[in-house]
């Protein structure tokens, strides 16, 4: 894969982690009337015998307006 393809799809794959996060935080302030100010993503680097690293979500904050 070429540069301008990998930066075109992590463009790409931004816009989706973007998208998928704002209907999340939309439906949860729908429900509880409750804003999120902030959200944090953890990614933690894995590695197993034999198996090549690889990086994982390990978890997610979100910061409430309360």
Do not use: C, Y
């Amino acid at each position: 894969m070429d540069i301008k393809e990998l930066q075109a799809r992590r463009k790409k794959l931004e816009h989706d982690i973007s998208t998928t996060t704002q209907t999340l935080i939309n439906e949860f302030e729908a429900e509880t009337a409750v804003q999120i100010t902030g959200t944090r993503t953890d990614i933690h680097r894995t590695e197993a015998m034999g198996e090549p690293v690889r990086f994982i979500v390990g978890g997610t904050e979100v910061d409430l307006d309360i």
